[in-house]
């Protein structure tokens, strides 16, 4: 699959819907409106978690309505996030991811931020989609990411579907077992993602998906989409509450949250054609 040049070279809006379906025990599901930040690594700032955008004309950060820094990803310090993620794709050997590196995230809103997930898009120098770095947070405060990639390096296609086993503790009603089959979708004008959770019997459990459209990142783009989805990290983090509460009242069992696991990193174990 071809990521389009536009794509690489220039920072984007997603705006997007969340779709999200519990299956078992009881169905419950919900759709709501959302948008990312789509920005290239290359372009950002290596140190300080401050942008690097004077030179640029997308705004990342806009009078402190909507803001985006590098303390939120990788190691949360601030520090590099190009270096972060080449360092994790060394460690799993995925040495074909030699391009540009696009992290798609929500930003701060009012200064406040809660990424459920966010997908850093590695390309190889021909704009080819080689892996994708998953980060996962819980309400907890812990994160977890899955590396996507396929075992003999090949690029990415839409119709692949790469399985990880589920290692992280995130919704206090669902087991932390089964493992999850990822399909990833990537064109110029077009983000989707489709998760699904499997459990230790191989019953699908949960499907969830994150689908929009992409456009360039201007002024306009985010105010529209600032008044289109107001307090969104607000929204996110108010919804996941909703929601558990809706599964309380469904009868649905409330799990003790598990220590974490020690490793917080893991890859695809295997992947197959859909």
């Known amino acids: 699959m071809g990521i389009a040049p536009k794509l690489l070279n220039a920072p984007k809006l997603l705006n997007a819907k969340v779709f999200h379906k519990r299956l078992s ?21 290596p140190v300080n978690g401050k942008p690097r955008n004077s030179d640029l004309e997308f705004p ?8 985006f820094y590098q303390k939120d990803h990788g190691k949360k310090d601030g520090s ?9 794709l060394e460690r799993f050997d995925v040495t074909q991811a030699d391009g540009e590196i696009i992290l798609v995230a929500m930003p701060r809103v009012l200064g406040y931020v809660f990424n459920p997930v966010s997908f850093w898009l590695c390309l190889d120098r021909n704009e080819k989609l080689r892996a994708v770095i998953c980060e996962v947070n819980n309400t907890f405060g812990e994160t977890h990411c899955y590396l996507c990639k396929h075992d003999d390096g090949r690029a990415i296609e839409a119709n692949d ?9 995130v919704s206090p009603f669902i087991e932390r077992e089964g493992h999850y089959d990822f399909r990833f979708n990537v064109k110029e004008d077009h983000f ?3 998760i699904d959770l499997f459990n230790s019997n191989g019953e699908k459990t949960l499907v969830t998906s994150l689908a929009g459209k992409l456009s360039p990142l201007t002024k306009a783009a985010v105010t529209a989409a600032f008044w289109k989805h107001p307090l969104v990290t607000f929204k996110a ?7 558990a509460l809706r599964l309380i009242l469904k009868g649905i069992k409330h799990l003790t949250k598990p220590e974490q696991k020690s490793e917080k990193f893991s890859a695809t174990r295997n992947l197959t054609k859909s």
């Open 25 to 45: 025990p009881k169905v419950n599901s919900f759709t709501y409106g959302i948008y990312y930040y789509c920005l290239p690594l290359s372009q950002l700032s």
């Open 60 to 67: 990342i950060n806009k009078k402190g309505l909507v803001s």
């Open 80 to 88: 590099c996030l190009t270096t972060w993620a080449r360092e994790l």
């Open 161 to 169: 579907t790469l399985q990880t086993e589920k290692l992280f503790h």
């Open 192 to 194: 989707a993602v489709c």
């Open 237 to 243: 983090i108010y919804l996941i509450h909703w929601q």
